[in-house]
């Protein structure tokens, strides 16, 4: 039978275990000459990194200092006391055979101080295998070898199930990258056979851009013209306000020249020309109102036209537009701008429509006054000649 020893880590091991898990930098000169302030911050670092010491262990209970006459004095020793007891806790819970007592803490010895870092970090490395166990267990070799197996599967089992899980996922995801790329090989494919169409489109819309700074151009002219009309039908209004005002001035001179019909032949036959003078401007004043009324409706036709333009050119530009956006619903939006070009259509004709009904009754209501001036003055005429 052989006894089992407990186990510890040489001082090279311990060297690069510090080393190797970022703990501490330390050599192996620093092992042989320990100091107090060396060694007690080397198992500071040790039982941080173990999370067995907390990191605000530098703080001091102030509330226990104040029981001591000097305060001051005692934090040091107080920090090195609980460092003390916490070093010693985790070495009987290792149960470990030698007993760390304050000496190693304050006067280190080098071959207690390797045997005590040995165990500690031998602990920190092999912490999931049971070494407390087999410590103080006095078993064969194969014994203990089956027992370390044993517990070795125990912790590799999870293990084990968590790599049969990732390869299980392993292959599903496999799957489903080879379907992804079935999936981008069909779209590359579409996309290639897409390709002259989106490049059609392109072209289209490149045009369409290019077209559109002439477009705005056209349209800039047309809204001047469009201003020019307005101020001529203006014009054409005052002009013919200024004609029935002057219509009605006639009116009212031809009453007063009536009142003032005396009963002599000559005077009558003077007042009848002055009445047929006044007849020929008022019909050469009706000439000239129809003539401008008529002006005034070409005026109205031009912009009726320019309206209808401008109306086609906003629906070429919203075409564009949508063009631009989506190729995919130019015929759609094709379709209702016909729908739209008929419905204006309509409209204009029922708008050219209801124009040419109110000139026919401007015309017809001038013509009935100016027959019944006529059939008046032939009326009075006559009786004047019978006077």
């Known amino acids: 039978m052989s006894k089992f020893e407990y186990p510890s880590l040489s001082r090279r091991d311990i060297v690069n275990v510090l080393a190797d898990y970022q703990i501490a930098t330390v050599?192996?000169?620093?092992?042989?000459?320990?100091?107090?302030?060396?060694?007690?911050?080397?198992?500071?670092?040790?039982?941080?990194?173990?999370?067995?010491?907390?990191?605000?262990?530098?703080?001091?209970?102030?509330?226990?200092?104040?029981?001591?006459?000097?305060?001051?004095?005692?934090?040091?020793s107080v920090r090195t006391m609980n460092l003390f007891h916490k070093i010693r806790e985790l070495i009987a819970a290792l149960d470990c055979p030698k007993k760390f007592t304050l000496k190693d803490l304050i006067k280190p010895d080098v071959d207690r101080t390797e045997f005590f870092l040995g165990a500690i970090l031998n602990f920190f490395l092999h912490r999931h295998v049971p070494f407390l166990i087999l410590a103080h267990l006095k078993l064969q070799?194969?014994?203990?070898?089956?027992?370390?197996?044993?517990?070795k599967m125990n912790f590799l089992g999870p293990l084990v199930d968590e790599l049969r899980m990732l390869a299980e996922q392993r292959i599903e995801l496999e799957t489903r990258i080879s379907q992804l790329n079935a999936e981008i090989a069909e779209y590359n494919e579409s996309r290639e056979r897409e390709m002259p169409l989106v490049q059609?489109?392109?072209?289209?819309?490149?045009?369409?851009?290019?077209?559109?700074?002439?477009l705005n151009n056209h349209q800039m002219s047309l809204k001047a013209s469009i201003r020019k009309i307005k101020e001529k039908a203006k014009e054409m209004d005052e002009k013919i306000s200024s004609a029935e005002f002057a219509l009605v001035q006639s009116a009212q001179e031809n009453a007063s020249l009536r009142s003032k019909i005396v009963q002599s032949p000559d005077k009558l036959q003077r007042a009848l020309e002055e009445k047929r003078l006044i007849q020929v401007e008022a019909k050469n004043a009706e000439r000239a109102a129809m003539q401008s009324f008529h002006d005034?409706?070409?005026?109205?036709?031009?912009?009726?036209?320019?309206?209808?333009?401008?109306?086609?050119?906003?629906?070429?530009?919203?075409?564009?537009?949508?063009?631009?956006?989506?190729?995919?619903?130019?015929?759609?939006?094709?379709?209702?701008?016909?729908?739209?070009?008929?419905d204006e259509e309509v409209l204009d004709k029922s708008l050219e429509a209801n124009l040419a009904n109110a000139i026919n009754t401007k015309i017809y209501r001038v013509t009935e006054s100016g027959a019944a001036k006529q059939q008046e003055i032939a009326h009075r005429c006559e009786e004047l000649a019978r006077e």
């Open 296 to 342: 005034k409706t070409a005026i109205l036709e031009v912009y009726t036209k320019a309206c209808k333009k401008l109306l086609k050119h906003s629906a070429q530009m919203q075409d564009i537009q949508e063009q631009v956006n989506s190729a995919k619903l130019v015929e759609k939006d094709v379709k209702v701008l016909k729908v739209k070009l008929r």
């Open 141 to 151: 070799d194969a014994d203990i070898c089956l027992l370390v197996i044993f517990e």
């Open 27 to 76: 050599s192996e000169a620093d092992l042989i000459n320990p100091n107090p302030d060396f060694i007690s911050n080397l198992y500071t670092l040790i039982l941080i990194h173990i999370d067995f010491l907390p990191e605000d262990h530098g703080q001091v209970d102030f509330a226990a200092l104040e029981h001591f006459e000097n305060p001051d004095l005692h934090i040091d």
């Open 200 to 214: 059609e489109v392109d072209a289209r819309v490149k045009e369409l851009r290019q077209a559109i700074p002439t």
